[in-house]
């Protein structure tokens, strides 16, 4: 042991007392506080619901392997399978973006990470936090009752009038409707507090001697997904609430038998939907940042061009919704207008990405599991965020819209770049987490499947979408036949990445190498806190520096991990000491 | 300006030690009770008279003033952080962002509507 | 249990922890300011929640202005001024109630308390009159709207003597009071919840639990009262007042 600096207590003795074991009833969970235990429930959850919408995946894209079953009478689950695939596509959207996409990195990652790389000991309103995660849970229930109900075929939007029985050929249930407009809800005001408890904690239980920028820049990404949260989701809600008295009494706002305007829901819907994306992708952003600079052993280029455009694209986020409107009976010249401010996003979003291949440049690029997303991350959303524009000229869009080509566009970027950096962000933060190691080469070898899979999946879905293969049909012309084949081979392979992740990474629960307290080197405080942390975060104040000051650590091969190095350990202040 | 002032002058001496935030004094607060309650009074009196477009933008306009007035005394944000000032500023900005759009588009479309009902009721054509 | 918290008291010259201070702040300014900076946002929350309704109203009316007009008299506009009073002198008694926590003026906080819960009362009883006599004659949303000509407001009748409930039903008066209908009673039920919130506030305050350093219950409740409040502001002469 070198210098004597950091010893450790003996740890063979007694098992050290941590966040997961200080207490260890059933019921302590329930009811924790512990901004750790709640992010480490929501990780479940959201990894539930995404194994749960990629199960419905596999079995939609099963269905699209033939443009028409050769037995027209083929039935699954009592269905048609044009039914069952109708209602396999709408709970596969549903559950993605509600249940999985949108809680997913804030909640989970953002939730144990957020307070302690402000060197703090939970979220500023706990009680809050856990009120969150049982309106989440509350949520997750009212989707299993209507899956168990009979599922929905509406789509993830539930447009009306088709939605509430509008439509000749609806054949949804009526309460299942009931249900996923209550958990929408729900859900969203499960979002709500989360981005509300994230702002309040921003604010005020960032240390003195830490200003805005000094925050590492995973916090700036959420700070702004926050904004949106608080600012965007209630008008989700009460477009649903308000639905929801449609559905059940037929008031007349919505349809148009009743007096309503179902180009209004649209409005309403996306006013919330489009910012929605980006409390998708920004998140993501912010883990895609901390990547780039933890394994490219380089600081971050250009800091403040990074945090400003995550607030411009928050703020952009609000006036493009109308992109999603050009066909549906909106007016002309607002669709010219909202066409315009569309290519508005493109600027902050390309600012990051030039920033991030300007931090690799001339980096040591150290290619572990995270980075390997890294670098997925950058190339997908590169294709993502430009399709976006060919769909955001109007001209373009009259002929895409509703197309293959929208489904690869959004897929690139919530899939291509948002679950590649939720991916990213676990395999990064997973020794953190739990105290354990997983399998480097297993780990690498999932990311190159996710990389190949995806692209397999969504590349020929841009051609056969230009060519007119429409979305949300059951058949297709046999010219379409290849594309469609090699998305659902593609899908398959991608299904098997995440299935071997977890797989490896359950198996590193037990059996994984004990981690160290900081097995990358990164530079922003949650990693000067023991792996797992203590039940306050740090047992000891942490050292104040720069979230992306590598050069204070050095490697130390005993313990397979890195250090600071003792002249930083004595020359800077602790937290407690900076007033 | 000054009468402000002074009040705020006034509340030193009214607040406990160590109290946290600022305590209006009940001068104020009844004050204030007293403009929105005669601004309730204006507001039902214009509306007696028809202005065309301009009763909405009176009624409105006044709305915005009472509002105001809630939220800068009642709700003490005169005294209070910066930061809270933005939120309902911010909001406000955004909740009239929406209206405001979503009337423009709907006031244009509404053509296409308005020719749709009428082809609908229309008798068939041969 | 940690070493981290006894050297987090040390750098604040504060005699001693209060009771009342959670475990994860400094002091008890941060955690007033904190609870405070919440509900500021869960209030820019609802002025959003409320903006579809208001989105609705404007766009219904944009594009109905004759019915609107024609409708409005089925709103009495003396109760709807009743119940803006009522609600102006319950945020005023809301007020007074924050003030008198942070004076440790512990009559008058029961006192403000009890009366800004009474006044939210009364603001529902005359609602529920308005709604029963809405429902009663028909006034209602949707298709539902079937008004029979003898029920038609005196004064519509006055100034147009051949207006009938099948015109006002053909013109669309069923939009106007799926709105009124969702507007007013998104609004109640925030009332409701308010009557609620000050019961808990009573509660508390008979047993004493507030003072100076220790009020951000009821401060941040009154917050929520003033905004229900705002929001009748702006509801009150949109749909009794401007035809
Ligand atoms: C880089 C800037 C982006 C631009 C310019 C852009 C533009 C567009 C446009 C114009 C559409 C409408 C296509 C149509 O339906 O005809 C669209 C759809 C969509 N975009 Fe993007 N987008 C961008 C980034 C993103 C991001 C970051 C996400 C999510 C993480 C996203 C998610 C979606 C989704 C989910 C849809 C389709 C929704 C549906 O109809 O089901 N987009 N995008
Ligand atoms: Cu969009």
Partial sequence: MAGGVVEKPAAHDKPRKHYLNHVKTFGSWLVTLDHKRIAMMYLCAVSFALLLGGVFALALRTVLWNGTPADPETSILGATMEQFYNKMFTLHGAVMVFLFIIPGIPAALGNFILPMQLGAKDLALPRINLLSWYLYVMGLVLFVCVLVLGGLDTGWTLYPPYSMGGGSQSQHVWHSLVLAYMAVFILGFSSILTGLNFIVTMHKLRPPGMGMYDMPLFLWALYATSLIQVLATPVVGITLGLSLIEHMFHVGIFLPQYGGDPVMYQHFFWFYSHPAVYIMILPAMGVQSEIMGTFSRKHIFGYKAIAWSSIAIAAIGFIVWGHHMFVSGQSPTAGIIFSFLTYLVAIPSAIKVFNWVATMYKGSIDLKTPMIYGLNFIYLFGIGGLTGLFLASISNNVHLHDTYFVIAHFHMVMVGSTVNAFLGGVHLWWPKMTGRMYNETLGRIGAILVFVGFNLAFMPQFVSGTRGMPRRYANYLEEFTTFHQASTVGAYILGAGIGLQVLYLLYSLFKGKKAPDNPWGAASLEWQSESPPDFHNFTKPPIMMGAYDYENWEYESEEAGWKLKPEVIETRKTLSKVH | MTEAAHAHHDHHHEGLPGTIGHVTPLKTLFKVLTALLVLTVITVAVAQFDFGRLNVVGAVGIACVKASIVSLWFMHLRYDKRFNFFILVGSFALVAWMIGYILFDTVLYQHNIQEYKRDQQAPAKP | ?243
């Fill in chain 3, 1 to 243: 249990m940690s070493t981290g918290v006894a050297d987090h008291e040390t750098k604040h010259d504060l005699p001693a922890r209060p009771p009342e201070l959670a475990m994860h702040f400094d002091n008890m300014h941060q955690q007033f300011h904190s609870g405070k900076l919440g509900m500021w946002l869960f209030l820019g929350q609802e002025l959003l929640f409320f903006c579809g309704l208001f989105t609705a109203y404007a766009v219904y009316r944009g594009n109905h202005q004759e019915m609107f007009h024609y409708v409005h008299y089925f709103l009495d506009w003396k109760l709807g001024a009743v119940n803006t009073v009522v609600l102006l002198v319950s945020s005023l008694t809301a007020a007074w109630s924050v003030r008198a926590a942070m004076l440790e003026q512990r009559k008058v906080l029961i006192f403000t308390l009890l009366a800004t819960f009474i006044c939210a009362g009364i603001f529902m009883v005359v609602k529920y009159f308005e709604y029963t006599h809405k429902l009663h004659i028909g006034a209602v949303w949707g298709g539902g709207f079937n008004v029979a000509d003898a029920d038609l407001p005196a004064e519509l009748v006055a100034k147009y003597p051949d207006m009938t409930g099948a015109k006002l039903k053909e013109m669309g008066a069923g939009s106007f009071f799926a709105i009124y209908f969702c507007m007013t009673g998104l609004h109640g039920l925030h009332v409701l919840v308010g009557m609620g919130l000050y019961i808990w506030l009573l509660v508390r305050a008979l047993k004493g639990d507030f003072n100076r350093r220790w009020y951000g219950a009821v401060d941040n409740v009154a917050l929520y009262w003033h905004i229900v409040d705002i929001i009748w502001i702006f509801l009150f002469p949109m749909l009794y007042l401007i035809g």
